[in-house]
């Protein structure tokens, strides 16, 4: 089962990337990384009330909340570096770096929590979607425009912090139901995002989002919170070293979806190093 949420989690991820690109054309990014915030908050807790784990929280452990709201902390941070990449690059370009989170993981797992079994498979695995990660960034369009020199550094904030946010997560969610954790650190995500439009005085553009772009920032929160929910079910049943190849294997999805709706086309370099991720994922997946 938990493999089976793992990989709905990475399709709804993949769904997630094309939404949210598709309401941050003329959108700040942090802007919607908040209001998608209280889309996806909405409907963690949702499904708190529905499995009726609500009345748990005042059984949380000190450690838990803790580990809980640093992963959100994270996650936050993860989120404005890769709206704002979004921002700033082709969804081809960003994700496949964005997606490197995994190599950093898959390590952490197997240092922090032992998950050494099979361990010569998942550092194959872990190679290959590095060499794919690698061949997927196009050199060229980091230079080619100047205001877009920077997503390749939001972009790897973005997989550093996600990194974090698995770790993290693992810790926190051990002995707590996983819906009622993702609502806990969706509420942190969420006072994070909000401080940061007002920090930067972005507030006084929320009356100027189209409704056409909520709308897409809206299902984006939609799909991310669906993601969150299958994801974090598979972390607290499943390996770590493992749910998190398959989670970001949502670059298929997103891919795909970006061919058809955004007319972004893969070059051929691009197309070997995502064989390569898939590859690697798949040989983690199947010798689990």
């Known amino acids: 089962m938990w493999i089976i949420m793992a990989i709905l989690s990475a399709f709804f991820a993949g769904l997630t990337t094309i939404l949210a690109k598709c309401g941050i054309k003329h959108t700040d990014p942090d802007i919607a990384t908040a209001v998608r915030t209280i889309v996806v908050l909405a409907f963690s807790w949702l499904m708190v009330l529905i499995v009726g784990s609500a009345d748990t929280?005042?059984?949380?452990?000190?450690?838990?909340?803790?580990?809980?709201?640093?992963?959100?902390?994270?996650?936050?941070?993860?989120w404005i570096c890769y709206f704002k990449a979004?921002?700033?690059?082709?969804?081809?370009?960003?994700?496949?770096?964005?997606?490197?989170?995994t190599i950093l993981t898959v390590?952490?797992?197997?240092?922090?929590?032992?998950?050494?079994?099979?361990?010569?498979?998942?550092?194959?695995?872990?190679?290959?979607?590095?060499?794919?990660?690698?061949?997927?960034?196009?050199?060229k369009d980091v230079t080619v425009r100047e205001n877009k020199r920077g997503w390749l550094i939001y972009a790897g904030l973005s997989a550093g912090f996600a990194a974090l946010t698995s770790i993290l997560a693992k810790v926190g969610i051990t002995g707590v139901e996983s819906n009622l954790g993702t609502a806990i650190r969706t509420g942190v995500v969420l006072i994070l995002a909000w401080a940061i439009v007002f920090g930067k005085g972005k507030h006084k553009q929320l009356d100027s989002i189209s409704r056409k772009e909520l709308l897409f920032i809206c299902l984006s929160g939609i799909a991310t919170g669906a993601s969150w929910l299958c994801y974090y079910y598979a972390i607290q049943n499943g390996v770590v070293s493992v749910v998190v190849p398959i989670d970001k294997m949502s670059i298929l999805i997103t891919v795909a979806f970006s061919a058809v709706f955004l007319k972004e086309k893969l070059t051929k370099k691009s197309a070997v190093g995502l064989g390569l991720m898939s590859a690697g994922t798949l040989a983690m997946t199947i010798f689990v």
């Open 107 to 139: 390590l952490l797992a197997i240092i922090l929590f032992g998950e050494t079994h099979n361990l010569q498979i998942k550092l194959i695995g872990t190679v290959m979607i590095a060499i794919g990660v690698f061949m997927m960034i196009e050199k």
């Open 57 to 78: 929280i005042t059984e949380l452990e000190t450690k838990s909340i803790l580990f809980l709201i640093l992963s959100g902390a994270a996650t936050g941070l993860s």
């Open 86 to 101: 979004l921002s700033m690059a082709d969804v081809n370009k960003v994700v496949p770096v964005d997606k490197s989170s």
